[in-house]
């Protein structure tokens, strides 16, 4: 088990000191850019008028200064975002100090920032980064405090996917928030700007400065096995108000939102982590559908805007990725919808953008295309190499690398990295899974669970007729830094709400004799709750259901992930959907079940019929109520 003290020996960043000792190269920093910031913390939007565009220059020619006094490797290492393991900049576990030899050729972030000079580090719960929250603001002043005492050293962007439901890195004791196709029910702007506003003060607190959220694709695809309910819906006007309201929450607790995956990852059935997808959309769908909601982040200053490694044939007929097309990121991104911040490319490590070139040629022609930050190549140091002998050999030119260098500084700037690049130790106390931040995240989830059906009134379940309920189904890993499995926390939950209910975990593909058992314990109960995770025509998960139904107790189908779930289940006659399996929305799940709050939830994507997918079952915007 590992050590999640924060005070002991060798434990990188600093544990309340303050004084210069702690931070000795932030007056050095700020000498040298004094005036920078001034102007650019209010916010991340574009300054609009004239002053504000000649306040801009001037920071500019600043920024500038700073690069020309730049060597060319600092310059190439400044537009690597890079994985490292381990909970500590310089005193990381044995085994993360193997794993790091092992796939970077360093021991700690600190020997990684001194080799390689990166401009940004992204955190992972599997590098080990995100153990509790007082680590990982110790974490990010290590890596920042690497970052300064380099020669002519820049703050770092410390990244991370906080997308929050079924995409999180930082779990409990944080807050955690329902996932984008539950803000998609709710529909309420207003709450997915308290989403990224609370999420964002507790990323800042703990030094996180930039979040690879929201998700801009509108899920038209029900097949589609890497986005889905990361996404908002399938209503393109409906996911841009809501992208665009998280990124002014986040960007208002100052950290830069990320806008993804341009152009638009809505619509692929194959999952870009481990294949290539074609979109096959027109340029007028594209204009109509995936573009919307791009536009709309843009309009709302977002920090940047990552690519998607899929083709496009309609905005680019070369069979390059996205990642890869300058007809894409410059002509379309840059161009026609008049972005200029920091474009980010999703993992290099992901297949869809090795199927074509190999792992030296990615990064060149990434930049070539018009990217800025090149995010955790699978080598550092082929990827590194490849752009410094790119500019050598003439292929990219100093000057273009200068052009993404200042656009990065630009919004290191905008983020009061350059005042201040620390996490303020006494804010993760008073800011971390706070009380009040909790109870903001059960409020939302009430307004994002779902009823698909019910018929005769089955639900609510009350617990002086349906005292003993047994929940049964699915239970898949929980996602990180949940307590789960979510058979267990709907149980506990109910049980909290004056019910006794046993959990009874089937799996995703239960056994016949598995079925079997469940549906015995079915008949020692009042009433049954079964949840269900992506169900398909040949699941077993089916059987599981109408073998609960055949009992003759009343059951609740709760579908876990995929709202889709309920076509599969005709016979059923109360289902809901919660979009995801975090603890805050299946507790949100009990209290509808229970009766102690009424359903708001509306299906944010259309669902279609098992039978005949050509045909709509449930419209987009249906939901019951009690």
């Known amino acids: ?53 000649g306040r801009s220059a001037v920071h500019d020619r600043r920024l ?170 399938a209503d393109p006007e409906a996911v841009a108000g809501l992208v665009a309201a998280e990124v002014r929450g986040y960007q208002a607790a100052g950290v830069a939102a990320t806008a993804k995956h341009f152009p638009g990852h809505g619509d692929t059935a194959v999952d870009s982590h481990y294949g290539f997808p074609v979109i096959t959309h027109s340029r007028e769908l594209w204009e109509r559908l995936d573009a919307v909601p791009f536009r709309a982040a843009i309009r709302a200053g977002i920090g940047s805007v990552m690519t998607a490694h899929i083709q496009f044939p309609a905005l680019d007929d070369s069979g390059d990725p996205a990642t890869l097309s300058r007809p894409i990121v410059t002509g379309i991104l840059r161009g026609e919808l008049g972005y200029d911040g920091v474009v980010i490319t999703d993992s290099l490590g992901m297949e869809g953008v090795r199927t074509k070139y190999g792992d030296d040629r990615v990064p060149v022609l990434a930049l070539k295309a018009g990217v800025d930050q090149l995010l955790n190549p699978p080598s550092l140091d082929v990827a590194w190499h490849a752009v410094l002998t790119a500019v050598r050999g003439g292929e990219l030119t100093e000057a273009r690398l200068d052009e993404s260098i200042l656009r990065i500084l630009r919004l290191k700037a905008r983020l009061g990295l350059f005042e201040d690049p620390y996490a303020d130790p006494a804010a993760v106390g008073r800011t971390v899974g706070t009380r009040a931040h909790l109870a903001a995240a059960d409020r939302i989830a009430e307004r994002t669970t779902t009823l698909l059906v019910n018929e005769g009134g089955t639900l609510p379940f009350d617990p002086r007729r349906e005292h003993r309920v047994l929940v049964v189904g699915a239970d898949p890993a929980s996602p990180s830094g949940t307590t789960g499995p979510p058979t267990g926390v709907l149980a506990a939950a109910l049980t909290g709400l004056g019910f006794t209910a046993t959990a009874l975990s089937t799996g995703t593909a239960p056994s016949a004799a598995t079925v079997t058992g469940a549906v015995t314990a079915a008949r020692d109960a009042d009433a049954v709750v079964v949840c269900t995770y992506n169900v398909t025509a040949s699941s077993a998960q089916r059987t599981l259901v109408d073998r609960l139904l055949e009992t003759g107790k009343p059951v609740a189908v709760v579908a876990v992930r995929n709202p889709y779930d309920v076509a599969q289940f005709p016979s059923a006659r109360a289902c809901l959907a919660t979009y995801c399996w975090t603890d805050v929305e299946l507790r949100a799940a009990a209290r509808v079940i229970a009766g102690r709050v009424a359903p708001r939830g509306k299906l944010p994507v259309p669902v279609q019929r098992a039978d005949d997918p050509a045909r709509v079952l449930y419209p987009i915007g249906h939901g019951l109520t009690y």
């Not at 702690?22 to 650019?40: F, I, K, Q, V």
């Not at 970052?147 to 807050?175: F, N």
């Open 1 to 53: 088990m590992h050590d999640t003290s924060t005070g002991s020996t060798g434990h990188t960043g600093h544990t309340g000191h303050t004084g210069s000792a702690a931070r000795p190269s932030r007056r050095a920093l700020l000498a040298a850019t004094a005036g920078l910031t001034a102007g650019l913390t209010a916010g991340l939007t574009v300054p609009a008028t004239a002053r504000a565009a």
């Open 64 to 233: 500038r200064a700073l690069i020309s006094r730049m060597t060319l490797e600092e310059k190439v290492g400044q537009l690597f975002v890079m994985r490292v393991y381990g909970h500590s900049a310089t005193a990381p576990d044995k085994a993360d100090v193997d794993a790091n030899l092992q796939e970077i050729g360093v021991r700690t972030a600190a020997e990684l920032i001194g080799r390689y000079r990166v401009g940004g580090i992204i955190y992972f719960t599997w590098a080990h980064n995100t153990r509790d929250p007082r680590q990982i603001a110790d974490l990010s002043d290590g890596i920042q405090r690497a970052c300064l005492e380099q020669p002519r050293g820049l703050p770092a962007l410390i990244a991370t996917d906080q997308e929050h439901g079924a995409v999180c890195r930082i779990g409990r004791p944080a807050t955690l928030f329902p996932g984008a196709m539950a803000v998609g029910a709710g529909g309420s702007r207003a709450d997915a700007r308290t989403l990224g506003r609370i999420s964002g003060a507790e990323l800042r607190a703990m030094g996180v400065n930039q979040d690879y959220s929201p998700d801009a694709d509108v899920n038209v695809n029900p097949a589609n096995p890497v986005i889905g309910v990361r996404s908002f819906g």
